[in-house]
């Protein structure tokens, strides 16, 4: 006797899967091109629907401001940038950037250290963070996930400790200008240093062999280390300029307002990961690059600047950005190299 719970394919399953398989095929072929075209289109897309819904949202000032809001997203996802290149993850970005507006916040009240020396502590700071999780990764062969989840917790208790668990209030007029002042006509000096900084890291992801080696180990790192490079060294000088970099974008955040927070660098961390899967860099490392990620930033920063002038409450922003890195990732994740993932 047959068993009953068998039953034949039949003509409209084999061409549904036939259909799947299909479009499976064309989207593999296509993956180069959707994660290139794909983020432009839905930025434009934006745009459009945000001028229609406000004809203010292509005013001049809006695009300047537009252009300050995204200013330090696009610092820290560039730094991150570099270490999800290698199929890494740095979760304390954003617990990097509250512990060096806080420190500075403290240094400028309490010592009266001048707007240069405070440049340069801040931006010690971070390269010290990112130092710490390089250690906690290489040295003592953490899961990077594991490594900077801890460090995210440690950094945010100390940032709480320094501020007291309140707000630190100074007055830096001149570091104030650096942030907020304006050098070629109306465009903000935050928006101008986080263009100049994102122009270097994309020359050297590009055209160095720092980012040639960091291609070369998302794509594997046993074949990296045969083929000659110092994967330890690498991979160290990506967590310590993404430390570095957040470093600096928390100094220039807190210099707009003159207040450290507790927890102003929170949304940072989810943020900078949006954008740079949304910008075409795989989770899994060995493609997108650093020139990529600021399409990313404008996606998330039109999206929120356009969701501000529609009147969408908060929380529902959030949770709209959330979607927007499941998608992202759904869309660019190479599942056939989940193993590589750190």
Same mark, same amino acid.
């Given at each position: 006797?047959?068993?009953?719970?068998?039953?034949?394919?039949?003509?409209?399953?084999?061409?549904?899967?036939?259909?799947?398989?299909?479009?499976?095929?064309?989207?593999?072929?296509?993956?180069?091109?959707?994660?290139?075209?794909?983020?432009?289109?839905?930025?434009?897309?934006?745009?459009?629907?945000?001028?229609?819904?406000?004809?203010?949202?292509?005013?001049?000032?809006?695009?300047?401001?537009?252009?300050?809001?995204?200013?330090?997203?696009?610092?820290?996802?560039?730094?991150?940038?570099?270490?999800?290149?290698?199929?890494?993850?740095?979760?304390?970005?954003?617990?990097?950037?509250?512990?060096?507006?806080?420190?500075?916040?403290?240094?400028?009240?309490?010592?009266?250290?001048?707007?240069?020396?405070?440049?340069?502590?801040?931006?010690?700071?971070?390269?010290?963070?990112?130092?710490?999780?390089?250690?906690?990764?290489?040295?003592?062969?953490?899961?990077?996930?594991?490594?900077?989840?801890?460090?995210?917790?440690?950094?945010?208790?100390?940032?709480?400790?320094?501020?007291?668990?309140?707000?630190?209030?100074?007055?830096?007029?001149?570091?104030?200008?650096?942030?907020?002042?304006?050098?070629?006509?109306?465009?903000?000096?935050?928006?101008?240093?986080? $263009? %100049?900084?994102? /122009?270097?890291? &994309?020359?050297?992801?590009? +055209?160095?062999?720092?980012?040639?080696? #960091?291609? @070369? !180990?998302?794509?594997?790192?046993?074949?990296?280390?045969?083929?000659?490079?110092?994967?330890?060294?690498?991979?160290?000088?990506?967590?310590?300029?993404?430390?570095?970099?957040?470093?600096?974008?928390? $100094? %220039?955040?807190? /210099?707009?307002? &003159?207040?450290?927070?507790? +927890?102003?660098?929170?949304?940072?961390? #989810?943020? @900078? !990961?949006?954008?740079?899967?949304?910008?075409?860099?795989?989770?899994?490392?060995?493609?997108?690059?650093?020139?990529?990620?600021?399409?990313?930033?404008?996606?998330?920063?039109?999206?929120?600047?356009? $969701?501000?002038?529609?009147?969408?409450?908060?929380?529902?922003?959030?949770?709209?950005?959330?979607?927007?890195?499941?998608?992202?990732?759904?869309?660019?994740?190479?599942?056939?190299?989940?193993?590589?993932?750190?």
């Amino acid at each position: 006797m047959s068993n009953t719970w068998y039953e034949p394919q039949t003509a409209g399953s084999r061409s549904s899967a036939e259909g799947k398989a299909q479009i499976a095929k064309f989207y593999e072929h296509r993956r180069l091109i959707i994660n290139a075209l794909g983020p432009l289109l839905l930025l434009m897309a934006m745009v459009a629907v945000f001028a229609l819904i406000n004809p203010r949202f292509l005013s001049w000032i809006n695009l300047f401001n537009l252009m300050r809001q995204s200013s330090i997203l696009l610092i820290v996802s560039t730094g991150i940038t570099f270490v999800i290149l290698m199929g890494a993850l740095d979760l304390s970005v954003g617990a990097i950037v509250t512990l060096v507006a806080i420190s500075s916040a403290v240094l400028i009240r309490d010592f009266d250290v001048g707007a240069t020396g405070i440049v340069l502590a801040a931006a010690g700071m971070g390269a010290l963070c990112g130092l710490v999780n390089a250690t906690l990764v290489l040295r003592l062969r953490l899961p990077s996930f594991v490594a900077t989840l801890g460090s995210m917790t440690i950094l945010g208790g100390i940032s709480t400790w320094i501020s007291g668990g309140g707000n630190v209030f100074f007055q830096s007029p001149n570091l104030t200008w650096i942030a907020s002042g304006s050098m070629i006509g109306r465009i903000p000096n935050s928006g101008f240093w986080a $263009l %100049l900084i994102f /122009a270097v890291a &994309s020359f050297v992801g590009a +055209r160095s062999h720092f980012g040639r080696a #960091l291609f @070369a !180990i998302g794509g594997g790192g046993l074949t990296a280390r045969l083929s000659g490079i110092d994967v330890l060294r690498t991979k160290a000088i990506a967590f310590v300029v993404c430390g570095m970099l957040c470093g600096v974008a928390g $100094l %220039l955040l807190v /210099a707009r307002t &003159s207040t450290g927070t507790s +927890r102003m660098g929170d949304d940072l961390l #989810l943020q @900078a !990961i949006a954008a740079v899967v949304m910008g075409g860099t795989a989770l899994s490392g060995g493609s997108g690059g650093v020139h990529r990620t600021l399409t990313g930033v404008l996606v998330i920063a039109v999206l929120q600047n356009g $969701l501000n002038i529609a009147g969408v409450h908060t929380y529902l922003q959030i949770m709209v950005t959330g979607l927007i890195v499941v998608l992202s990732v759904t869309i660019t994740l190479d599942r056939s190299r989940l193993a590589f993932i750190k």
